[in-house]
């Protein structure tokens, strides 16, 4: 079979890749591939049974349309500095232009015009104060709430102007190899759900296979000799805590991005993904991985807000499998709850023991994720990382009184899967001809926003070929 530009993975940056050839006039045959189902049949199962019940042959959560996207929180970060490294390969001002751009389509589609963060500077200021006093930062970030529901609408109606437009998806579809020869991509091979096995032959080959696919790229790259270099790989916990703790700066910025580097390893440690009244959620990889992620619905809140931290880690040679070192904590992590989330609470962890279930129960903070396990994240998080996130939650407590209490909760594992950074240019070309890697497998981007924008500057770019 024969296509003119195929795209692996239908997320945000595969699906404004295709948006983007659309809305220029390209009259080029696009074939999608994806591994889950379209938008509409995408069901997680937990909403009746209580507790994950590891769907096979993927998760619901993180596969299908507009992949893990779909499912979160449906936060779109409008500033370029958040959301990854696109900005070091493009300058600040030209992603700053193409968030703008990217997110107009957005609100095309349906997104919600209120923008978070903005209007209240004073309080901002405020903020930043006790951010500084703590040796943080406060990254000011305008953010677009979608909502888990709300996201889902608006995917739905950009899968439908795909497919009416021309493009074809091929879901329950996966890539199983690419086809290299002499620097040379000239497609790859699927497999489809019946198991037939095809070459599917195109010009142009994007691949954007998310964080659920990153691992896959990572042996692609080695196979194949794509140029690329092991990146930053983060490690971390989900915190949940009372929303009163939280409703202040809830209520100015929304999500607070802080940044700090605690001693005495001083990595980088960020919060990330606030969910304001969200839900503690949980995700499974191909590999049996569970881990843990957060949401937030538009018209339905919890009494609680969760965030993550996470820890950053570079590692040096001779070591280069970040992804593989990361999974082995989070499958340690699984192996000691069964296979299931684990949780702490922060004052179990100082005091050096086990939180045990009817101390849960008791607890002025109830886990918004029922099926967590009661026990001891530190038995598989490794000291350095531990050590990093109990002394940035000190910090933070300087920032947000009452965020350090001893009832606040810690779930394990937070992974984030896009430590393998390949090298491209700024026409976004890597060392294979014909061949491109977008979004959080290509370790560019961390997120919807930076994502989608990138996959409309590559739409941009095979539009003019």
């Known amino acids: 079979m024969k296509t003119d530009i195929l795209i692996v993975g239908a997320g945000p940056a595969g699906i404004f890749t295709a948006l983007e050839l659309i809305k220029k006039g390209s009259r080029k045959k696009i074939t999608i591939v994806e591994k889950g189902k379209p938008i509409e049949k995408r069901h997680c199962p937990k909403s009746e049974t209580k507790k994950c019940i590891n769907?096979?042959?993927?998760?619901?959560?993180?596969?299908?349309?507009?992949?893990?996207?779909?499912?979160?929180?449906?936060?779109?970060?409008?500033?370029?500095?958040?959301?990854?490294?696109?900005?070091?390969?493009?300058?600040?001002?030209?992603?700053?232009?193409?968030?703008?751009?990217?997110?107009?389509?957005?609100?095309?589609?349906?997104?919600?015009?209120?923008?978070?963060?903005?209007?209240?500077?004073?309080e901002i200021k405020n903020i930043r104060k006790r951010a500084i006093k703590a040796g943080l930062k406060l990254v000011d970030c305008p953010i677009r709430h979608l909502g888990t529901e709300k996201a889902q609408e608006l995917y739905y109606s950009i899968q439908q102007y795909l497919l009416e437009h021309g493009v074809e998806i091929l879901f329950e579809t996966q890539c199983t190899d690419l086809i290299i020869s002499d620097r040379v991509c000239k497609g790859a091979t699927i497999e489809a759900k019946n198991g037939q096995v095809y070459e599917l032959l195109a010009e142009h080959n994007i691949i954007a296979t998310g964080r659920g696919g990153a691992g896959w790229l990572e042996q692609q790259c080695s196979i194949h000799d794509i140029h690329h270099r092991p990146g930053t790989v983060d490690i971390g916990v989900r915190v949940e805590v009372r929303t009163e703790i939280m409703e202040h700066v809830n209520e100015v910025l929304y999500e607070s991005k802080l940044i700090g580097y605690p001693k005495p390893f001083k990595n980088k440690v960020r919060t990330f993904c606030q969910n304001p009244g969200g839900f503690v959620s949980q995700e499974n990889y191909d590999n049996g991985l569970s881990v843990v992620n957060g949401h937030s619905y538009k018209g339905f809140k919890s009494d609680n807000t969760n965030l993550a931290i996470l820890c950053s880690h570079n590692f040096t040679e001779p070591f280069n499998q970040p992804i593989?070192?990361?999974?082995?904590?989070?499958?340690?992590?699984?192996?000691?709850?069964?296979?299931?989330?684990?949780?702490?609470?922060?004052?179990?962890?100082?005091?050096?023991?086990?939180?045990?279930?009817?101390?849960?129960?008791?607890?002025?903070?109830?886990?918004?994720?029922?099926?967590?396990?009661?026990?001891?994240?530190t038995f598989a998080m490794p000291y350095r990382t531990m050590t990093n996130i109990i002394n940035f939650i000190e910090a933070v407590d300087l920032v947000v009184p009452g965020f350090a209490s001893e009832e606040t909760l810690l779930y394990s594992p937070e992974l984030k899967f896009y430590s393998n950074k390949v090298k491209m240019t700024p026409d976004l070309k890597t060392s294979v001809s014909g061949l491109y890697c977008l979004g959080d497998s290509s370790g560019w981007t961390r997120g919807l926003m930076m994502a989608s924008s990138m996959g409309v500057l590559m739409g941009r770019k095979l539009a003019k070929q």
């Open 55 to 122: 769907c096979r042959p993927y998760c619901h959560i993180t596969h299908g349309f507009s992949g893990a996207g779909a499912f979160s929180d449906g936060k779109l970060s409008l500033s370029y500095e958040v959301g990854g490294d696109l900005p070091i390969l493009l300058g600040d001002d030209f992603t700053q232009e193409l968030i703008d751009y990217t997110d107009k389509v957005y609100l095309s589609f349906g997104a919600d015009e209120h923008v978070e963060g903005r209007g209240k500077e004073e």
């Open 324 to 377: 593989a070192f990361a999974r082995r904590i989070g499958e340690l992590t699984n192996m000691l709850g069964d296979g299931r989330i684990m949780v702490q609470r922060y004052g179990d962890i100082l005091d050096g023991k086990r939180t045990w279930q009817d101390e849960l129960n008791k607890s002025n903070v109830r886990p918004t994720l029922p099926d967590a396990v009661a026990g001891d994240i």
